[in-house]
């Protein structure tokens, strides 16, 4: 069967597994509101209005939380693109395209949140971060041609990597508030990883060896969405310094738990083709585990020069 024809029999076939987890996402998803969680009593008129504009003394936020906040709302701006993504693989029809609806408003609601609660606290410069979202948007962000099972598999990936960035964020910001509203949308992430995750599941059971194809390739070329915006680089730095998300947390919280779900490494009767590609899998993980390790090893080291020289500058005075 050629490529197209087949990956169109799989999101048929996947249609009512589409229809089960809708109606199961739709029953425990919990309504909430951006307005509660946005501190308003903290927010003033900005000079056009006859205020004061942004100077970087008003932010309660360090250097590490702004580079996380302004990270994960870039991320979820670019929504317009992650939806062309997501409706040109899975359509617009039935429970599929009820799905990228609902989808696309639950993420839409991430970001309207995250902006507020940034604006009125004066948390990040504004005018940066409009002109950044400016850039970031209009380049737009393109998955290149990832066929539909392998956006579902990205996507299981993708939502969990969003889920443990945002709670860590959360705790990064040392405000209580910015923790409940990044823990509350932590929630919503994880909802929309179960959903692709179930939905690769099933894929497993009508076509193991496409599906470990897949989920080997996107677990090798993973790559979070904001890699194209202004910064990124930088910020992911401070990002992984401060243990928000790292090679580490990658490895064991994002791409182990849901290797393990699926049970890759158990499954019987995989043909040559899905073998090969869990053996790649495999031999790829071990790699990444390494690399964590490294990471990890060399940012406790850093660390500890950190603090040594803390303790020295912290040293009282000889007496004289
Ligand atoms: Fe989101
Ligand atoms: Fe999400």
New binding site residues.
Partial sequence: MAETSRQTALLTELEPVVAQNLDRHLVMAQEWHPHDYTPWSRGRDFAFLGGEDWAPEQSQLDETAKAAMFTNLLTEDNLPSYHREIATRFGRDGAWGTWVGR?TA??NR?GIALRDYLVVTRGVDPVELERARMDYMTSGYDSGDKTPLEAVAYVSFQ?LA?RVSHRNTGKATGDPIADQLLARIAK??NL??VFYRNLVAAAFDIDPDATMRAVADEVIRFEMPGASMAGFRKNSVLIAKAGIYDLRLHHDEVITPILRHWKVFERQGLGPEGERAREELAQFLTGLDAQATKFVESRDRMRARLQARQDTALRPLPQA
């Fill in positions: 989808w639950e993420e991430h939502e969003t919503d992430e929309h990883m």
